[in-house]
């Protein structure tokens, strides 16, 4: 905690800030509340269990100010079993966000990093990502085999955290140690032939003081993409040991390490050959890797991460936590890269000429280097003051991150090829192009309470004051940039309950964050600079209702404004970027229906209605335009359905529905609509001593081909990507 009192020291606001809190809900009696808790107190153990699966009994470890369900906190959380993703045959990012119709992808595809949107906003990979609550990369590919769920948060997320896109934050909470003996072997095989095996034990020793949980996995994959073939491998291990006086030990760690042939993206097309892509290209075969090339490398991310942590029971009323974590993620990335066209008679940028050729460059960008320190330690209790009763918290967090490069990248142009007839090329691996090295600390301190006053109303306040230092420079030591900033991202929410199982709250919050012109010196003039931060804003409101069943209807409307980069041209080639030149103002409705319409069918309705819309530009031609890649309606519906008289079998089909998208900022080329049918099979077996769940599934039913996603990069280059043909995959559980 020493960082904590230093850093609240040398900020007046946060002392201010913290002293007219305690004046308004007469914290300065926690002393005595405290005292209180003397050796004769017989609390209840520590007991480390699952979420209840239920969704109107969810919790959700995201939400971070109060302790009670989902379904009665003023915001919109979504939290997705990892179970209910094995039953589906996910394995990535791409197949958890198609559980939630508020997510969608962005600029997903095999053997790279994956992204993700919500609610419209594209997440920032080092920003809005989370593991069991503290900050993590999401630089390296996802692994679901030690994770519980995926808390999804969607929506502002300044009081969760200083720095953040305003979409919302991800949340991956870790297995840990079982109360009862867990002996689990999964293997799968799917595609043209991919191969998962992997294992799952917990448990506990001596009399319940030790716990274990260990997870480990191999996979040989041969993805439907010709030519790219991949490997992974992957441990992690979790203990707790349960110590006198009602605390708790944590510690697990975990190591990846991925193999894997790229998937680049297609573009649009220039047919009048302008020098303009105009023309959306019929869904290729999504087969095609343009990345087959005789010197095609694999992508290669080998991710370690460790983390400590401390729970102590000081009451019935009172609680503290110290969490510490280290995640270190080392990348080859190495790809044939298509993008743009030199080869008519006119230079296209972004998109391909006419004919379907496009330039390819030998891109390599050996050993970078990130990592992420982070360290948390929060006070959670409850008061009361007159008749009003308080939940109320207090926590201080520190994250130190860091990327490093070589000294230079290759991006070298190779020669042309064609999207239909792929040529073959020579390889240029020398690097030549300069990188950035990046860096970034955050100090925040936050403090959140929950004031209820009697059953029915509540009112939810949070304020996050953040200390922010960033600094990049060049490789060769110019272009040094470094900046210092201090904000606080304020929320607040009033809830009532008008019948019992129903909710209403309405919210306010705002958010900061940053960004960096990219590492592209013929582009860009301040290439590699921190911008200095900007912030949104969101205003919701929203209604809960907890069926019969423990289902849950939801139903909420936002709207968020964004103000992001702009680009100005200084009479020469190369751009300047600058913070505040163009916003965007998200508008949405997001309903949700989960729960049993049938005492054998479970039905899931979700739908997200979306106006995203460019309301500042200097550029015309997209202002009042809808934003690019962003659907204005995403929805899906699941059932699923308990065979009757075959006991443990259930088949669950779910049809995914995704408006246009917009391809280029004057929304002249767009998406069409796409609809896309699932449908798997579980049957649960018990044989004595040993449980078994057969499953088999097929993804994209009609084998439709369509374009899923359109992304426009932080660099300017769009891209197409296809969605997956038809995908079979079987596999077996076996627990004992």
Same mark, same amino acid.
């Given at each position: 905690?020493?960082?904590?009192? @230093?850093?609240?020291?040398?900020?007046?606001?946060?002392?201010?800030?913290? +002293?007219?809190? &305690?004046?308004?809900?007469?914290?300065?009696?926690?002393?005595?509340?405290?005292?209180?808790?003397?050796?004769?107190?017989? #609390?209840?153990? *520590?007991?480390?269990?699952?979420?209840?699966?239920?969704?109107?009994?969810?919790?959700?470890?995201?939400?971070?100010?109060?302790?009670?369900?989902?379904?009665?906190?003023?915001?919109?959380?979504?939290?997705?079993?990892?179970?209910?993703?094995?039953?589906?045959?996910?394995?990535?990012?791409?197949?958890? #966000?198609?559980?939630?119709?508020?997510?969608?992808?962005?600029?997903?595809?095999?053997?790279?990093?994956?992204?993700?949107?919500? +609610?419209?906003?594209?997440?920032?990979?080092? /920003?809005?990502?989370?593991?069991?609550?503290?900050?993590?990369?999401?630089?390296?590919?996802?692994?679901?085999?030690?994770?519980?769920?995926?808390?999804?948060?969607?929506?502002?997320?300044?009081?969760?955290?200083?720095?953040?896109?305003?979409?919302?934050?991800?949340?991956?909470?870790?297995?840990?140690?079982?109360?009862?003996?867990?002996?689990?072997?999964?293997?799968?095989?799917?595609?043209?032939?991919?191969?998962? $095996?992997?294992?799952?034990?917990?448990? +506990? /020793?001596?009399?319940?003081?030790?716990?274990?949980?260990?997870?480990?996995?191999?996979?040989?994959?041969?993805?439907?993409?010709?030519?790219?073939?991949?490997?992974?491998?992957? #441990?992690?291990?979790?203990?707790?040991?349960?110590?006198?006086?009602?605390?708790?030990?944590?510690?697990?760690?975990?190591?990846?390490?991925?193999?894997?042939?790229?998937?680049?993206?297609?573009?649009?097309?220039? @047919?009048?050959?302008?020098?303009?892509?105009?023309?959306?290209?019929?869904?290729?075969?999504?087969? *095609?890797?343009?990345?087959?090339?005789?010197?095609?490398?694999?992508?290669?991310?080998?991710?370690?991460?460790?983390? /400590?942590?401390?729970?102590?029971?000081?009451?019935?009323?009172?609680?503290?936590? #110290?969490?510490?974590?280290?995640?270190?993620?080392?990348?080859?990335?190495?790809?044939?890269?298509?993008?743009? &066209?030199?080869?008519?008679?006119?230079?296209?940028?972004?998109?391909? &000429?006419?004919?379907?050729?496009?330039?390819?460059?030998?891109?390599?960008?050996?050993?970078?280097?990130?990592?992420?320190?982070?360290?948390?330690? @929060?006070?959670?209790?409850?008061?009361?003051?007159?008749? *009003?009763?308080?939940?109320?918290?207090?926590?201080?967090?520190?994250?130190?991150?860091?990327?490093?490069?070589?000294?230079?990248?290759?991006?070298?142009?190779?020669?042309?090829?064609?999207?239909?007839?792929? $040529?073959?090329?020579?390889?240029?691996?020398?690097?030549?192009? @300069?990188?950035?090295l990046r860096d970034s600390q955050t100090k925040e301190v936050a403090l959140t309470d929950v004031m209820r006053f009697g059953e029915k109303w509540s009112l939810w306040l949070g304020a996050r004051h953040t200390e922010l230092k960033r600094s990049s420079i060049r490789t060769d030591g110019s272009r040094g940039v470094a900046y210092l900033q201090r904000f606080t991202t304020p929320w607040a929410a009033l809830a009532y309950v008008p019948w019992p199982g129903g909710y209403v709250y309405a919210s306010l919050g705002s958010g900061v964050e940053s960004e960096v012109v990219p590492n592209r010196p013929d582009q860009f003039a301040n290439y590699g600079e921190v911008l200095p931060a900007l912030r949104s804003h969101q205003q919701e409101i929203g209604f809960k209702q907890v069926l019969n069943d423990a289902g849950l209807f939801s139903a909420s409307f936002f709207n968020i404004s964004k103000p992001f980069f702009a680009d100005t041209l200084p009479g020469s080639d190369q751009n300047i970027r600058f913070a505040g030149g163009r916003e965007a103002r998200h508008r949405g409705l997001e309903l949700v229906w989960k729960g049993n319409i049938l005492p054998s069918l479970n039905l899931q309705a979700q739908i997200m209605l979306l106006d995203a819309r460019i309301t500042k530009s200097l550029d015309i031609t997209e202002l009042g335009r809808r934003v690019r890649n962003v659907p204005p309606y995403n929805a899906s519906l699941a059932t699923n359905w308990t065979v009757p008289g075959m006991q443990g079998l259930s088949w669950t089909n779910r049809l995914a529905f995704t408006g246009k998208k917009a391809v280029n900022a004057d929304n002249s080329i767009q998406l069409p609509a796409t609809a896309q049918l699932d449908s798997y099979i579980n049957w649960r077996q018990q044989l004595q001593t040993i449980g078994l769940t057969w499953r088999a599934g097929i993804d994209n039913v009609f084998d439709r081909r369509y374009w899923k996603d359109a992304p426009t990069q932080y660099w300017g280059g769009s891209y197409l990507f296809p969605a997956q043909p038809r995908t079979f995959r079987v596999s077996v559980q076996m627990r004992f």
């Open positions: 905690m020493a960082h904590a009192l @230093k850093f609240i020291q040398r900020n007046d606001f946060v002392l201010i800030l913290i +002293r007219l809190y &305690c004046a308004l809900v007469g914290l300065v009696s926690l002393p005595a509340a405290l005292a209180q808790s003397d050796t004769n107190i017989s #609390l209840a153990p *520590v007991v480390v269990t699952g979420k209840a699966g239920a969704p109107g009994q969810e919790t959700a470890l995201i939400g971070g100010i109060s302790e009670a369900s989902v379904a009665t906190t003023p915001l919109s959380i979504s939290v997705v079993r990892a179970e209910n993703l094995r039953q589906a045959g996910a394995g990535n990012l791409s197949n958890v #966000l198609r559980a939630d119709s508020s997510s969608t992808d962005f600029y997903n595809t095999i053997g790279f990093i994956e992204s993700a949107q919500i +609610r419209g906003f594209l997440l920032d990979n080092s /920003l809005n990502f989370r593991r069991d609550g503290l900050p993590a990369s999401n630089y390296a590919p996802l692994v679901l085999e030690n994770k519980e769920s995926i808390e999804i948060l969607k929506g502002l997320s300044g009081v969760q955290t200083g720095t953040s896109t305003p979409g919302g934050l991800i949340n991956y909470t870790i297995k840990r140690p079982t109360n009862t003996a867990l002996r689990e072997i999964f293997a799968g095989i799917s595609e043209r032939g991919t191969t998962l $095996l992997s294992t799952d034990l917990g448990g +506990r /020793l001596r009399d319940g003081v030790f716990g274990y949980r260990l997870n480990a996995a191999v996979e040989n994959r041969r993805p439907m993409a010709d030519q790219a073939p991949g490997k992974r491998s992957f #441990l992690s291990a979790a203990f707790d040991v349960r110590l006198p006086a009602d605390s708790l030990l944590e510690t697990e760690f975990e190591l990846s390490n991925t193999q894997q042939i790229s998937v680049p993206g297609f573009g649009l097309l220039d @047919k009048n050959a302008d020098g303009i892509a105009e023309t959306l290209p019929a869904p290729i075969n999504p087969r *095609v890797n343009l990345n087959n090339q005789a010197w095609s490398l694999p992508f290669e991310s080998r991710s370690k991460v460790v983390s /400590l942590g401390f729970k102590q029971t000081l009451s019935n009323a009172w609680r503290y936590s #110290l969490q510490a974590s280290s995640q270190k993620i080392r990348t080859n990335d190495r790809l044939a890269f298509p993008d743009g &066209c030199g080869n008519g008679p006119t230079y296209v940028y972004p998109g391909f &000429c006419g004919n379907g050729d496009a330039d390819v460059y030998d891109y390599r960008s050996e050993n970078e280097r990130r990592s992420l320190q982070a360290l948390q330690a @929060k006070l959670q209790g409850n008061i009361s003051t007159a008749w *009003v009763k308080h939940e109320v918290g207090v926590s201080f967090t520190q994250s130190r991150y860091a990327e490093r490069f070589e000294a230079n990248q290759a991006y070298n142009y190779v020669g042309y090829t064609n999207i239909y007839q792929p $040529l073959a090329l020579p390889a240029d691996p020398i690097p030549r192009d @300069k990188n950035t």
